[in-house]
Nanobody, 119 residues
């Protein structure tokens, strides 16, 4: 069975940091692009960051560029999102995504973890 389990969310003050983790199982992790998305209440889900399966090339939303870093450890089947200099507008549910659609016809989502940035 396929599973993506996010962890590391919580309440943090503006300017603080959090590190999100997504543990994957049930599929060949190293064959999939991994991404973090986020969604605030009443807003569209948006791509935050993406990392390729092997080359490690990354993509970031303009709103987080320079503050967030996505990384992956294929040996541990885990993708991370290091979030620094957090702002209130970063408040959202953050979702882990595994994308192998172009070769495997499969995309998987985690259940999400809440990040709240507030003083």
């Amino acid at each position: 069975q396929v599973q993506l389990v996010e962890s590391g969310g919580g309440l943090v003050q503006p300017g603080g940091s959090l590190r999100l983790s997504c543990a994957a199982s049930g599929f060949t992790f190293g064959d999939y692009f991994m991404s973090w998305y986020r969604q605030a209440p009443g807003k569209e889900r948006e791509l935050v960051a993406r990392i390729t399966n092997t080359a490690g090339r990354t993509t970031y939303a303009d709103a987080v560029k320079g503050r967030f870093t996505i990384s992956r450890d294929n040996a541990k089947n885990t993708v991370y999102l290091q979030m620094n200099s957090l702002k209130p507008e970063d408040t959202a549910v953050y979702y882990c995504n595994a994308d192998g659609s172009w070769h495997f016809g499969a995309t998987y989502w985690g259940q999400g973890t809440q990040v709240t940035v507030s003083s």
